[in-house]
């Protein structure tokens, strides 16, 4: 893989391991290696995205959403409301895997109304087909701009935490799958099941799906 594209996927370990740790070698050996998946699995568990939002598990892939043309999705950092109001392009990077039954990118809140009061989590913001046709290559690497939803099982909706609630996550979790007879949660919140702190985890499991990436941004309402 060439190093321009590493140093892409790598803007979202960047947040974790510090913008003096990454040299031309480390760029090279942390798109390859395990050590990459193994810092962004690090920060999942420590925002508690893992355990609260998903279970524990090994990323296979690099996921890396942009809201407009240079502002990357990069574990935790800060978006304002107005900066995330359309469907994002993404970039996504697995290098271990050469083919796929097929993708899925969703956006869960499982911050709402708030993380101290979560009676509505989670929330579904997102659940799109992720194109994979025509790729040929060694490795999975695609990029989805903007307009390349298609199809989209949930259609997107922006984050729009209430005022007074402190910050959200809003993570981006990617699955893997058969896409044929997907079936949408029959509502928003708790993605349908009714239950609280109820979520991408459970319908993931419903429809088969298995998690091999995921990302996350931080974002409240500037009334508090």
């Known amino acids: 893989m060439h190093l321009k ?3 892409t996927y790598l803007l979202a370990l ?3 391991i510090g913008p003096n740790c990454v ?16 810092s962004i699995r690090r920060a999942l568990v420590k925002a508690d995205i893992i ?4 279970d524990d598990f090994k990323p296979q892939c690099f996921v890396v959403p942009f809201y407009g043309k240079k502002r990357p999705v990069a574990l935790g950092n800060i978006f304002k409301q107005s900066k995330t109001k359309e469907r994002p392009s993404m970039k996504i990077y ?9 993708l899925i990118i969703s956006l869960t809140d499982p911050d709402a109304p708030s993380r101290d009061n979560p009676k509505w989590s989670e929330v579904c913001h997102w659940i799109g087909i992720i194109p994979t046709t025509g790729n040929q290559q060694q490795e999975l690497e695609l990029t989805v701009t903007n307009n390349d939803w ?21 993570v981006f979790v990617l699955l893997q799958g058969d896409i044929a007879n997907l079936t949408a949660p029959s509502k928003r919140y708790h993605w349908g099941t009714g239950k609280d702190r109820h979520g991408v985890r459970n319908w993931a499991k419903e429809q088969g799906l298995e ?13 508090q």
């Open 5 to 7: 594209h590493v140093s």
């Open 14 to 16: 960047v947040s974790i």
């Open 23 to 38: 040299s031309a070698t480390d760029q090279t050996v942390l798109g390859q290696a395990e050590g990459g998946f193994d």
């Open 51 to 54: 355990d609260e939002v998903l």
């Open 94 to 102: 697995c290098p271990k895997i050469k083919s796929t039954p097929g």
């Open 150 to 170: 298609e199809h989209e099982l949930m259609e997107y909706k922006p984050p729009g935490p209430p005022p007074k609630t402190g910050y959200h996550r809003y």
């Open 211 to 223: 998690v091999i990436g995921a990302n996350y941004f931080i974002e409240k309402n500037k009334k």
